[in-house]
């Protein structure tokens, strides 16, 4: 089957692309934007490290084909940044020592992004409920509550 041509908008730049029909939007975004931050776990939609911000929901993008992107509005962790400055999600995985490995970092960070967009001063059980599509083989969890907790705080702020 011939490819189509899709249109979207990833961190804010119009892209278009031609996708096979049976294309992951993970590999689009990955194989032909190069944009490689978005990570693959397990393809099968259960460790969210492919998570991306959806139209506005935080989607695992394993679970999606390219097709179904024509015309969508996507952030990846690339696009949190703003000129070279961290989001405070960033900053409070940097701050709280977040991580480990680094691999469910990106996905979880953009997970956190939209759990503060719609819920701005979560409860910890709501962070721990929030975050529970996205796996981390390495932390228990502890210090990503605290960065997004840290989030939390420094977004109210500003
Ligand atoms: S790679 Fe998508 S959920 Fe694991
Ligand atoms: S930091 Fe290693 S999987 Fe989360």
Redesign the pocket.
């Known amino acids: 089957m011939g490819k189509k041509l899709i249109s979207m908008t990833v961190n804010g730049q119009t892209h278009e692309v031609a996708v096979e029909p049976r294309q992951l939007l993970?590999h689009t975004l990955r194989e032909e934007l190069g944009l490689t931050g978005s990570?693959?776990?397990?393809?099968?939609?259960?460790?969210?490290?492919?998570t991306v911000d959806f139209n506005g929901e935080s989607v695992?993008?394993?679970?999606l084909l390219a097709v179904q992107a024509d015309g969508a509005d996507i952030l990846t962790v690339e696009g949190l940044a703003n000129d070279g400055v961290l989001h405070p999600v960033q900053e409070g995985f940097t701050e709280k020592h977040g991580l480990q490995c680094g691999f469910c970092t990106p996905g979880m960070m953009i997970r956190a992004y939209r759990l503060l967009q719609e819920n701005p001063n979560p409860s910890e059980e709501e962070i721990r409920t929030g975050i529970s599509g996205n796996l981390c083989r390495c932390t228990g969890y502890q210090n990503i509550v605290r960065a997004v907790q840290y989030a939390a705080e420094k977004l109210s702020a500003e």
């Open positions: 993970i990570h693959i776990g397990c393809e099968t939609s259960h460790c969210g490290a492919c695992k993008s394993c679970t």
